[in-house]
C-alpha cells in the first residue's frame, strides 16, 4: 500500500488540525493503520494505531486525550483529529500500515512523503 499524509499547517498552541491519510488500495497485510511523527532531532515515534477492521485504538501517553484516530473504510482513509496543541507536538507526520498491532516501527510500511505540523507558543 501507499499512503499519502495532508492537512498539516502552522498553528498557535491550543489549535486544532486534522490530518488526512489516504490509500489506493488496502490489501491484507494492511490490517492496522498507524500514526508516526518525527520532530527535528529525534526518533521517528508512534502517536495512535487503530485496527482497520475492529476499530481498536492506542494512543502514546504524549497524546491521549488529545488526539483521535479514526478511519472511513469506504474513503479508504485514515484520520488524526488532534486537538489543543503544544508546541511539543510539531514534527513530521507520517502514516503507514501494519499487518498486525505493532509498535515496532520496522513493522510497518506505506511510509508517504509525511505532512508537517508546526505548532508556536
Known amino acids: 500500500v501507499q499512503l499519502q499524509a495532508s492537512g498539516g499547517g502552522s498553528v498557535q498552541a491550543g489549535a486544532s488540525l486534522r490530518l488526512s491519510c489516504a490509500a489506493a488500495e488496502l490489501t491484507t497485510v494492511d490490517n492496522f493503520m498507524a500514526w508516526f511523527r518525527q520532530a527535528p532531532g529525534k526518533e521517528r515515534e508512534l502517536v495512535a494505531r487503530?485496527?482497520?477492521?475492529?476499530?481498536?485504538?492506542y494512543y502514546s501517553d504524549s497524546v491521549k486525550g488529545r488526539f483521535t484516530i479514526s478511519r472511513d473504510g469506504a474513503q479508504k482513509t485514515t484520520y488524526l483529529q488532534m486537538n489543543s496543541l503544544k508546541p511539543e507536538d510539531t514534527a513530521v507526520y507520517y502514516c503507514a500500515a501494519a499487518a498486525w498491532g505493532s509498535l515496532v516501527i520496522a513493522d510497518y510500511h506505506g511510509w508517504g512523503q509525511g505532512t508537517l505540523v508546526t505548532v508556536s507558543s
Open positions: 487503530i485496527a482497520w477492521r475492529a476499530g481498536i485504538k
